[in-house]
């Protein structure tokens, strides 16, 4: 056993950067010895240290918070073979120069998977009021899945993580079933099919198409998250008023007992 040698761990740090949210920022301090991945929708990125991956085989379904989603909590699918990922946004830089001391010093080999807790709110629930007061989603979906928690019994203050920088250790017996049962859970707000919607663009009026029943509502936001309009389903087939609309783009959300869509229209 003495003559075992140590097998250093392969570590990949990785980070999305979709829709024009951040600019480029390469580590100006890294380990040469690792790789550092960054998923992006933008072919114009070039760094010297992040290897650069186009988002193209993400759902184009999604919107660009769902996208990044994906790819954070599925770094067993969307990265190369390898034990440990280092998580970071990609609005802040990675500050170490060896990553296996850095996760010796933060203490992680003794666990699976390590965030900091948030400096601010200690509450899932207190999180998803500043979610809607910045805009950051619609707020009927969080509205909806606060509920939901409520519903299940999810206790208030039961901490809250900032998973702005999140390690995790992909060697677990279980992972994959895991990380799927998360990222349904952040995901199944969007889960919805067979809609369609036209003229888009439009000048007057659009329709509303569906081919299942128990849809309840639709929403139209502005680009600002702004909700404009809201009406019911009548039929399988809603004609919506947008006329009075001014010309520029918006978001369609269809809400069902399911879940809801998200559909980008341009009025003219």
Known sequence: ????????????VYSVNTGGYDELRSPDVYDPNIRYILFTDNKYFKSDVWEI????????????????????INPHLV????????????CYKPRFNNAEEFLKEIGFFNNNIMSYKHDVRQCIYSESEEVKQQRLDYEDIVNSQMSRYRIEGFPR???????SLSVQDLNLPDLA?????IYKGVNEIQNLNHISLYPNPTSASLTLNVSQAGLKNFLIYGIDVKLIKSGNFQSLNTEIDVEELSAGIYVLVVMGSSGSEHIRFEKK
Request: hydrophobic content about 30%; overall charge negative; proline content about 4%.
């Open 1 to 12: 056993m003495d003559n075992l040698e140590y097998k250093k761990p392969k570590i990949i």
């Open 53 to 72: 991956n186009h988002i193209d085989f993400v759902d184009s379904k999604l919107d660009n918070r769902r996208k990044a989603r994906y790819i954070k």
């Open 79 to 90: 990265l190369p073979n390898h034990d440990i990922s280092i998580w970071v946004d990609h």
């Open 157 to 163: 203050n039961y901490d809250f993580f900032d998973y």
């Open 177 to 181: 079933d895991n990380e799927l049962c």
